[in-house]
């Protein structure tokens, strides 16, 4: 029996609903040796910033229960480079390239970004990043030119993605600023996640990812420091499943623009569960690193899933929550 | 050609050869992945001094490419607990067996230390860009493996590497240096070139350990030809100190004669063409951070090239998350390299110690 795995997201069209989430799988050439690439849904790039940025102090990663904290800092080459060295790979593929794009000065650079995308080819999507846990935001005053300058302005400035105006703004600027397909990445360390998402529908996003990574903390207790050298990260892998799973339903709820689920995904039975809560999509990241086939294993149990239920289409699992 | 093509479509339908169905080269066919994910079987998994474990698994493939220096991430067990891989360095290789050398540290390794022979391991290697090194041309140049405590693990597969027999290739070697090292090693064991052609090589090995109980590897260095010397902590046999100390004592020994020497230029060791020239002496050296950190400052004091083998916590350990860095040296701002694909070796005048990040 035929099954069709394929889905739309925006003017993307995917072969199946699995992708690579941003941070977890470089620019896919690590993996080359590993997949065969061509027979993913779509890759999402690690963020690119405007300029380039080294990352954040080491000690960057440490393992949880079921779990792991990061705060790669999003280091990264800035986009020239990106485009210049990173993309030509990305884009022989054959398969949808989202880019994920962030800005520690917010709107005015991410709408930089997306024109400068939006004229790249290779370049399918746009994915905004505006969930990060790990960078620190500038002041909103002033264009701060040069390392140092930055450094003397940085706050605590609450992410984009936790205000559902800002995001609005954000969005909006970003909508104007590309014809691509544009996904936004949200955070879940709001109360209200919803409102978030409806918030970025509602500008003109043609999708949202959730969700990024959770705010969290370990400490060595030998020598009572904290594991990782910026305090605290953003927590991935199984540990975070219960509740991206149930922010991906308090989403379906309230928007109509497709979801993609993201958050402790290792294998069909995982991503079933976000399917089944509404998710059209969804990304699998952590698991990369443990085993770097996952991707491929789901997709092939989706395939031979939907055969032994005789499910002819994808479409008939989303959302298809029995309550 | 013909036949190329044909296996390469044959190897593209299967799975486990993804990397080969993306290779357009067909002399690569059975090497075209540089890193492998492979299920392989445990031959041996034995304590063998206090808290420290030798495992040997069966993986040919990986076995075929490994270099010294290189390490491999494994999967201790099948669920989500632990999560992550461990990444162990290749401490031997032996017809298609990789044989581990690990210490029981936390709960990966405790897992680890309870697997059985038959049993297999999802294991993925080899992985990081591994030491660069020629095998000695003349009896003159020298090497310095310097070994403390775990550290020995990647040691003993380059050892391995280092003493394989092979023919003089015959390269000048100025007179000048060689009566300097001949003068300065004196007391070391200087070997003629046979009549054969062969040369017989000898690394000199220090091993750094906490007593003589905690001492690794003391007799597979010597069966390979090596010179052993032993420093513990507490005396109980050979030198009394740090390794490092011993390293320092031995370049003295070395020093009024190397100091007249033309400074040495250094060339990056993540070449992938190993086609740096070694001059009179180079150390090797794998160990806990702060001996690694004193090793790097006498190298450089003595201008003597070092290849640093570090360790950092890994996530990926492929080179895609970014997790792993280690700070470089750089003389405005600041940059970062990942310790498991553009090292775990690096040459120590690379490093930036102020910044913690193991």
């Not at chain 1, 600023?177 to 996003?205: F, H």
């Not at chain 2, 046999?237 to 100390?245: E, M």
Request: proline share 5%; hydrophobic share 40%.
């Amino acid at each position: 029996m035929a099954v069709n795995l394929s889905t739309n997201i925006g003017k993307l069209k995917l072969q199946n609903p699995v992708m690579a989430a941003s941070g977890t799988f470089g620019y896919a050439e690590e993996f080359k040796d590993f997949i065969e690439l061509k027979k993913l849904g779509a890759i999402v790039t690690k963020t690119i910033t405007m300029r380039p940025r080294p990352g954040s102090r080491p000690a960057r990663t440490c393992e949880t229960p079921a779990g792991m904290l990061n705060s790669i800092g999003l280091e990264n080459p800035g986009i020239e480079v990106f485009l210049k060295e990173k993309l030509p790979f990305l884009a022989k593929i054959g398969i949808p390239i989202i880019v994920s794009i962030a800005s520690e000065i917010e709107n005015y650079e991410y709408a930089l970004l997306c024109e400068r995308l939006d004229k790249a080819s290779g370049v399918d999507a746009v994915e905004l990043n505006i969930s990060c846990p790990n960078i620190k935001r500038l002041a909103r005053q002033g264009f701060c030119s040069g390392e140092a300058k930055a450094e003397a302005r940085r706050e605590d400035l609450p992410l984009i993605s936790q205000d559902p105006q800002a995001t609005y703004e954000l969005v909006s600027l970003a909508r104007k600023a590309t014809k691509k397909t544009l996904i936004t990445k949200l955070s879940p360390n709001v109360t209200d996640i919803a409102s978030i998402a409806c918030a970025a529908e509602e500008a003109g996003s043609d999708a949202v990812s959730l969700i990024n990574t959770l705010q969290a903390m370990a400490i060595d207790v030998k020598s009572r420091a904290p594991k990782i050298a910026m305090i605290t990260g953003g927590l991935s892998g199984p540990a975070i499943r219960p509740i991206a799973i149930r922010m991906v339903y308090e989403v379906y709820k309230k928007v109509g623009i497709p979801i993609i689920g993201i958050g402790g995904i290792i294998d069909l039975f995982s991503a079933l569960e976000f399917f089944i809560a509404g998710a059209c999509a969804v990304s699998i990241g952590t698991a990369n690193f443990i085993n770097p086939k996952t991707t491929i294993e789901i997709i092939q149990g989706l395939k031979e899933y939907l055969k032994s239920n005789k499910i002819k289409d994808m479409k008939e699992l989303i959302g298809s929550l029995a309550i | 050609m013909e036949a190329g093509a044909a296996i390469i479509a044959r190897n593209a339908r299967n799975d486990n050869k993804a990397g080969i169905a993306q290779c357009a080269c067909p002399r690569k066919l059975q090497r075209c992945s540089d890193m492998l994910q492979v299920k392989s079987k445990i031959m041996f998994n034995k304590k063998i001094a206090p808290n420290c474990f030798h495992c040997v698994i069966n993986a040919p493939g990986i076995a075929r490419l490994a270099k010294p220096g290189q390490f491999v991430n494994i999967r201790v067990s099948d669920g989500i607990t632990p999560l992550l891989r461990r990444p162990l360095s290749i401490h031997k290789v032996k017809a298609g067996n990789v044989g581990l050398l690990y210490e029981v540290l936390g709960q990966g390794t405790q897992i680890l230390a309870k697997r059985k022979p038959g049993e297999y391991l999802d294991v993925i290697g080899p992985l990081g860009s591994g030491f660069t090194y020629q095998r000695p041309t003349a009896s003159s140049e020298r090497l310095i493996l310097i070994a403390g405590g775990m550290g020995t693990a990647p040691l003993v597969f380059l050892a391995q590497r280092l003493t394989k027999r092979d023919v003089i290739a015959s390269p000048e070697r100025s007179e000048e240096r060689s009566n300097l090292i001949k003068i300065a090693l004196s007391q070391e064991e200087t070997q003629a070139p046979r009549n054969d052609g062969m040369i017989r090589y000898s690394p000199l090995v220090l091993i750094g350990a906490k007593s003589r109980s905690h001492i690794l590897c003391e007799k597979e260095f010597k069966d390979l030809g090596c010179q052993v010397k032993i420093a513990t902590d507490n005396g109980s046999r050979g030198f009394k100190g740090y390794v490092s100390d011993l390293l320092e004592s031995e370049l003295s020994t070395v020093n009024s004669q190397l100091s007249t020497a033309p400074a040495r230029r250094f060339r990056s060791v993540n070449s992938q063409l190993s086609t740096v020239n070694y001059e009179l002496l180079t150390i090797y050296a794998c160990g806990p951070r702060p001996m690694l950190e004193e090793i790097s400052r006498i190298s450089q004091e003595h201008n003597v090239s070092a290849q640093l083998s570090l360790e950092a916590h890994m996530a990926c350990g492929i080179g895609a998350c970014m997790g792993c860095a280690v700070r470089i040296k750089k003389n405005n701002g600041v940059e970062y390299r990942r310790v498991c694909k553009d090292g775990p070796v690096f040459a120590a005048q690379e490093i930036e110690w102020g910044i913690h990040g193991c």
